[in-house]
């Protein structure tokens, strides 16, 4: 992680600095979620010094920016391998990386030291918007658009200098995509419902829609990369899920709206179709280690004793492509459709069944597949050929997904307890969620909750010292 030495494009050297500060992001993000997770369980802790509050958004915010940091990264990397080009601009990619981790340093500065303050428009262009998740000031907002058009036309160009795969085509079409969607939290309306609407267009379309596209072209791309699987096969799953999941993300976004005033039809639109967005991934991995498994059976059995083909050539990179694959089918899939359904989510929206869902889905859709990027960053910028597992590998890849699963089932025993209590019992008002909050299956669980965070963390500090230490041991054992 400490070296580009083996890397011969400037495209991969920095989407390898990319890698470096998204790690960094996700230490942080991490570390403020156990701090907020703590105060959820001591009010006092940290009181009027880091509130629960700014603890809060900056552990969202910080997920945001460091997964949109190893997106970026991820794409510098795999651009030379798909177009055979090397990136166009590379020079003007470096500047934008510079100042955006300036800027991203300031904001958060700005988030933590200046935590209240009059609501006024110079509050909403030089410390805060006040919008959930995306609180960044409008200066930040101006230059985080700035910097995405500066990353897109790199792409954009290169891709038309060079070979045009399909994952390529893909890739570019839905950053233009991320890029405009983005624009839709950039303005607001005196009309809450309006205001809400285009919000959630960011919030939720933005991750539905074109994150879990891109996901699938970064799967599509390491599944080529590290087990040789057919470029037909993977592209084909590609072309499936672009197809389901620009219209399932779109339609499913329905099921946001009835609480914000819109009509009561897009209640059952928005359960039918949110459901259907993981499937293509899941199935573009499983046709792909079909193929493979029997490609590697009918080759052993006609190859000389001991010969094999198409070896895993990074097993900690295949580790978490798969666990994104499984990962983003549960988080996603599974526990989105949990409190989906409009009859369900009258009771469950708003509880701690959300955020079970929500941590189960960000790591197992995007954390993953993006560590499994970082390690193929590792791989080539150290020049081994073969990357296995080490012990701090498999510390790793055990501590943070038991950590994040017991998280989600912490949190999802919290919201059937507000479901029970809160919401069926009391009928939901403000007494209601004090009662609920103060009973011993809510602070049990939250507890557990913050048993499970600590859990992650170690595992996150294992994922970092592996990351920069395993390719230096690998290239000299080789």
Do not use: C
Request: hydrophobic content about 55%.
């Amino acid at each position: 992680m400490l070296t580009n030495a083996h890397l011969k494009y400037e495209s991969q050297k920095l989407g390898m600095n990319y890698f470096r500060v998204a790690i960094v992001l996700f230490g942080a993000q991490l570390l403020l979620g156990l701090v907020a997770a703590i105060q959820f369980m001591y009010p006092g802790f940290l009181f009027e010094v880091l509130d629960f509050s700014v603890a809060r958004m900056v552990h969202i915010n910080a997920l945001v920016v460091w997964m949109l940091y190893a997106m970026i990264g991820s794409v510098y990397y795999m651009i030379p391998d798909e177009t055979g080009e090397e990136v166009v601009g590379a020079g003007l990619g470096k500047l934008a990386f510079w100042v955006l981790t300036a800027a991203v340093t300031v904001v958060v500065l700005v988030y933590i030291f200046i935590q209240i303050g009059s609501g006024t428009e110079a509050t909403i262009w030089l410390i805060n918007e006040g919008r959930e998740y995306i609180e960044a000031p409008r200066w930040a907002d101006i230059g985080i658009v700035v910097v995405v058009l500066i990353f897109y036309w790199n792409v954009f160009a290169t891709f038309m200098k060079g070979k045009r795969t399909g994952i390529m085509t893909v890739m570019v079409a839905d950053l233009f995509a991320l890029a405009g969607l983005y624009l839709a939290g950039m303005f607001f309306t005196d009309n809450i419902s309006m205001d809400q609407y285009w919000w959630w267009w960011v919030i939720h379309l933005w991750v539905e829609a074109t994150w879990e596209v891109f996901v699938g072209a970064l799967a599509a791309y390491g599944l080529i990369k590290i087990l040789g699987a057919k470029r037909e096969i993977v592209e084909m799953w590609l072309w499936i899920e672009v197809l389901m999941l620009f219209g399932s993300g779109i339609l499913g976004l329905g099921h946001h709206y009835f609480w914000i005033g819109t009509p009561e039809y897009w209640w059952e639109i928005g359960a039918l179709f949110s459901a259907l967005e993981p499937v293509p991934l899941v199935a573009m991995f499983v046709h792909v280690l079909y193929d493979w498994g029997k490609e590697q059976g009918h080759m052993e059995a006609n190859a000389a004793e001991g010969e094999k083909a198409h070896a895993v050539n990074n097993t900690p990179a295949m580790a978490w492509i798969a666990t994104n694959a499984f990962g983003n089918f549960l988080g996603a899939g599974i526990w989105g459709f949990f409190h989906t359904l409009p009859q369900v989510n009258i009771y469950t929206h708003g509880t701690q069944f959300t955020a079970a869902h929500g941590h189960l889905a960000f790591f197992g859709a995007y954390a993953t597949i993006l560590i499994g990027m970082m390690y193929l960053g590792v791989q080539g910028a150290s020049g081994i050929k073969k990357m296995t597992m080490t012990f701090k590998t498999k510390m790793a890849l055990f501590l943070i997904i038991f950590g994040l699963l017991g998280m989600t089932v912490a949190l999802t025993i919290a919201g059937y307890e507000q479901v029970l209590v809160e919401r069926a019992d009391l009928g939901g008002g403000w007494d209601a969620y004090f009662t609920a909050q103060n009973l011993p299956w809510m602070v049990q669980a939250m507890g557990w909750r913050l048993a499970m965070g600590v859990v992650t963390f170690l595992g996150f500090v294992y994922l970092l010292w592996d990351l920069l230490t395993i390719g230096k041991a690998q290239a000299k054992e080789a």
